[in-house]
């Protein structure tokens, strides 16, 4: 199979002046474990480097990601940044897209069952996942390999699979954390479910991988990758675990479906101030994860005796732009929040909502203009007082907007819209 990635060549740009990548092994080692949460093992990890250095071999580092949804946020590039460390060393990333094991649905940190995608499904998130990828990765052949796990998962006999399945307990199997807590509650392990880390596991026989990257809830699975190798004699991967990158709320792991995220697609005024939002003690997370200023500069920006948060934030969030906006973008962006939320001005670019003269009640409104994603989101903001017409705060669900050119409609504290009648 032929596998193409559409992305844009201006994205290198961004990060070349945050992908400096060091010349000597404890200098690359140091890097390559920065930010982790666990490593299997270090001193693995420090012999493979020798070894490839003195045969000029690169390594295989290998991700693997279900394609279940669509978007890429900032929790994502966590890894795919790790990646990217090895790919500047001279190493070869390889992108499993988990096109066969994705109709299986990852168990990994959730108490259900995941939904079954269709093969449509798959390969558009699939397509939307290469683009945004492309964004952090170097995308060069030479640096990057694109597999489909259906490869070699999709032509196993039964009895291939059970070949492989018999290379793992039951009681290892019921190891695994999710697994525990749903049948300690009483509830449903599927059989299915169980094979889920047996085929991510055997991807990583498939390709023969030095290194597997992923978050603490793939840990489980990743380990499976190195016991498989070893019964298959190979030489077992390394694994690399990245912590989970806390949300905009401060308590759960970033997620589109918590609403407290940050896309790497995010318009650049949008992305600075949810960064702005960001409770001050997730800082040094932030900084850590998502940037490569070294630790001396991280701990003076995140102690307040020595710099202010809101300036510490400010920075992150102009280094966080510049990354997906271009140079000069996160400044823009910087100005645009200050003039916007300590002048308690409006933004000099607003989308304008187009429409008729006649009266429209104010839920109506929001939902016209897409500031909410229903009705009942919209009343919510209108409840909370988030909603206001020409700087006056809308009060009541029933109230009804005579429209007029030029009016500004604010939902929120970033979303305006300019009105014009059609």
Same mark, same amino acid.
């Not at 010349?23 to 020798?50: F, I, N």
């Not at 990646?83 to 959730?110: C, E, K, N, W």
């Not at 945004?132 to 039964?158: C, H, M, P, V």
């Given at each position: 199979?032929?596998?193409?990635?559409?992305?844009?060549?201006?994205?290198?740009?961004?990060?070349?002046?945050?992908?400096?990548?060091?010349?000597?092994?404890?200098?690359?080692?140091?890097?390559?474990?920065?930010?982790?949460?666990?490593?299997?093992?270090?001193?693995?990890?420090?012999?493979?480097?020798?070894?490839?250095?003195?045969?000029?071999?690169?390594?295989?580092?290998?991700?693997?990601?279900?394609?279940?949804?669509?978007?890429?946020?900032? #929790?994502?590039? *966590?890894? &795919?940044?790790? $990646?990217?460390?090895?790919?500047?060393? !001279?190493?070869?990333? @390889?992108? /499993?897209?988990?096109?066969?094991?994705?109709?299986?649905?990852?168990?990994?940190?959730?108490?259900?069952?995941?939904?079954?995608?269709?093969?449509?499904?798959?390969?558009?998130?699939?397509?939307?996942?290469?683009?945004?990828?492309?964004?952090?990765?170097?995308?060069?052949?030479?640096?990057?390999?694109?597999?489909?796990?259906?490869?070699?998962?999709?032509?196993?006999?039964?009895?291939?699979?059970?070949?492989?399945?018999?290379?793992?307990?039951?009681?290892?199997?019921?190891?695994?954390?999710?697994?525990?807590?749903?049948?300690?509650? #009483?509830?449903? *392990?599927? &059989?299915?479910? $169980?094979?889920?880390?047996?085929?991510? !596991?055997?991807?990583? @026989?498939? /390709?023969?991988?030095?290194?597997?990257?992923?978050?603490?809830?793939?840990?489980?699975?990743?380990?499976?990758?190195?016991?498989?190798?070893?019964?298959?004699?190979?030489?077992?991967?390394?694994?690399?675990?990245?912590?989970?990158?806390?949300?905009?709320?401060?308590?759960?792991?970033?997620?589109?479906?918590?609403?407290?995220?940050?896309?790497?697609?995010?318009?650049?005024?949008?992305?600075?101030?949810?960064?702005?939002?960001?409770?001050?003690?997730?800082?040094?997370?932030?900084?850590?994860?998502?940037?490569?200023?070294?630790?001396?500069?991280?701990? *003076?920006?995140?102690?307040?005796?020595?710099?202010?948060?809101?300036?510490?934030?400010?920075?992150?969030?102009?280094?966080?732009?510049?990354?997906?906006?271009?140079?000069?973008?996160?400044?823009?962006?910087?100005?645009?929040?200050?003039?916007?939320?300590?002048?308690?001005?409006?933004?000099?670019?607003?989308?304008?909502?187009?429409?008729?003269?006649?009266?429209?009640?104010?839920?109506?409104?929001?939902?016209?203009?897409?500031?909410?994603?229903?009705?009942?989101?919209?009343?919510?903001?209108?409840?909370?007082?988030?909603?206001?017409?020409?700087?006056?705060?809308?009060?009541?669900?029933?109230?009804?907007?005579?429209?007029?050119?030029?009016?500004?409609?604010? *939902?929120?504290?970033?979303?305006?819209?300019?009105?014009?009648?059609?």
């Amino acid at each position: 199979m032929v596998f193409q990635v559409l992305i844009i060549s201006f994205v290198h740009d961004k990060l070349s002046a945050l992908m400096n990548s060091p010349t000597t092994q404890p200098e690359q080692l140091k890097l390559l474990l920065r930010g982790c949460d666990k490593t299997y093992t270090v001193d693995e990890l420090d012999a493979r480097l020798t070894a490839s250095d003195k045969s000029g071999k690169p390594m295989r580092v290998k991700l693997g990601l279900d394609p279940t949804a669509p978007d890429i946020h900032l #929790g994502h590039t *966590v890894v &795919l940044r790790k $990646m990217r460390q090895f790919q500047d060393m !001279g190493h070869r990333a @390889v992108l /499993i897209i988990g096109d066969y094991t994705a109709r299986i649905g990852d168990p990994s940190g959730v108490n259900k069952t995941r939904p079954i995608l269709t093969g449509e499904q798959i390969d558009a998130n699939a397509k939307t996942y290469f683009e945004q990828a492309g964004r952090i990765l170097d995308t060069s052949e030479d640096k990057l390999e694109i597999r489909y796990n259906s490869e070699w998962l999709e032509g196993l006999s039964f009895a291939e699979l059970i070949q492989i399945a018999a290379k793992k307990t039951v009681a290892q199997m019921l190891q695994r954390d999710s697994f525990k807590n749903r049948l300690d509650a #009483g509830e449903d *392990v599927f &059989l299915h479910e $169980m094979l889920y880390p047996i085929m991510q !596991g055997y991807d990583s @026989v498939c /390709i023969e991988s030095d290194v597997e990257l992923g978050g603490t809830d793939q840990t489980f699975n990743n380990l499976v990758g190195r016991d498989l190798q070893k019964a298959s004699g190979q030489k077992p991967q390394i694994v690399i675990v990245m912590p989970i990158l806390v949300g905009l709320d401060g308590v759960q792991k970033m997620s589109k479906s918590k609403g407290n995220y940050i896309g790497v697609t995010d318009e650049p005024n949008d992305m600075f101030g949810k960064v702005m939002s960001i409770p001050d003690e997730l800082m040094s997370n932030y900084f850590t994860l998502l940037t490569d200023l070294p630790e001396t500069q991280i701990a *003076v920006l995140t102690d307040p005796s020595q710099t202010h948060p809101r300036q510490a934030k400010g920075e992150l969030g102009k280094m966080i732009v510049d990354q997906y906006h271009g140079a000069g973008s996160g400044q823009a962006a910087s100005d645009e929040f200050d003039r916007i939320f300590k002048k308690h001005d409006v933004p000099t670019d607003m989308p304008e909502i187009e429409l008729p003269s006649e009266p429209i009640g104010i839920v109506d409104l929001i939902c016209l203009a897409n500031f909410a994603d229903s009705r009942g989101a919209a009343k919510r903001l209108v409840k909370q007082g988030g909603v206001s017409i020409d700087g006056d705060k809308v009060a009541s669900l029933d109230t009804q907007i005579e429209p007029t050119d030029g009016q500004v409609l604010k *939902v929120g504290k970033r979303k305006f819209g300019q009105l014009k009648v059609v």
